[in-house]
């Protein structure tokens, strides 16, 4: 049997699959437009959902009725993991949530990406102890927020992200990306 | 602006918002009702889902890793959100007929041909190298993108323009000169 855990990622995942599929962000030729700066379809879902998230994330934790949790910004970690990422995702097609979600909307070559990625997770696991003595060991910065790193109060930069998304949303739109 | 797309889907901008949405009761959920919060994310379940699939093989060799061990492999609150998102898929395309069965998209076919096994292998090759990135950000376009950036995580921007950054590169080398 399922418990509440299982439950309610299970509640959250369908949901987030049923938006996923209706902004349609997960198809391959969606993922490439994107990356080939000629369908921004997905940049406006995701920074859509940033935007309202950001909001309410931030209100819950100032309330203290939730805790935040950063990354860490691990330099050598997230410079070449992203970069790493940012080459696989191009010839992929589809980033590891998106892939799943292909599968389910009929895109099956959605199965090589996905044999893909666990043989890719399965390889790092076996390379971690020789990541952690090099690339993972150059510089932590650790759990770094926005705010504190640039010395600005989150609700100044609040503003700023919404003009500025907003202000490149009307140039998505006059320029019909 | 649209609220429908012309193949009846929703507007992106809505769809995205309502993720928003979903990611701010996601966090208050897990926070009530599992006593720790959790935000989206779906890369670290292709980790666990190594560790089954090796466990069938040498059981050992998984309980010996160092990296399995820190992820625990299992069946977790993640693990089954990222089966969700399978299901949620499949419900809302067969809700309004896009459920297409796809071997290989248009932009690939445009460069590589109607090849199955071309695309087999471009899926797969760039499954393993975007995952390897994945796990050493320690994050994918959700737990990074948008989960990170939601918080104003420093690790969230960065990730995220690296994503997209090197992505657009290797894109127009990949595609952009035919298509």
Known sequence: ?177 | MKWKTEDGGWSPYLAGALVGLLAIASVLATTQLLGETSYLGTSTTFVRGAGFVERMIAADHVSSNEYFTKERVRVDWQFMLVFGIFFGALIASASDRSFKLEGVPSTWGRRFGPSIGKRAVGAFMGGVVAMVGARMADGCPSGHGLSGMMQLSVSGLVALALFFGVGVLFAYFVYGRRT
Request: proline share 3%; hydrophobic share 60%.
């Open chain 1, 1 to 177: 049997m399922m418990n509440t855990d299982q439950w309610l990622g299970l509640i959250t995942g369908v949901l987030f699959g049923f938006l996923l599929q209706k902004g349609r962000v997960l198809r391959f030729d969606k993922q490439v437009g994107a990356l080939l700066l000629k369908d921004m379809t997905i940049l406006k879902f995701m920074l859509s959902a940033i935007l309202v998230g950001m909001v309410g994330i931030l209100l819950l934790s100032d309330a203290g009725i939730i805790g935040l949790s950063h990354k860490p910004m691990n330099l050598g970690a997230v410079l070449l993991g992203g970069a790493l990422f940012g080459a696989g995702w191009a010839v992929m097609g589809f980033c590891p949530g998106t892939s799943v979600g292909a599968l389910g909307e009929g895109r099956w070559h959605a199965v090589f990406a996905i044999v893909g990625m666990i043989v890719g997770a399965a390889l790092y696991a076996e390379l971690y102890p020789f990541f952690k003595l090099t690339v993972l060991a150059w510089k932590d910065l650790g759990k770094l927020g926005l705010p504190e790193a640039v010395g600005i109060s989150q609700w100044a930069i609040v503003p700023l992200f919404w003009v500025g998304i907003i202000a490149l949303f009307f140039w998505f739109e006059k320029k019909r990306l």
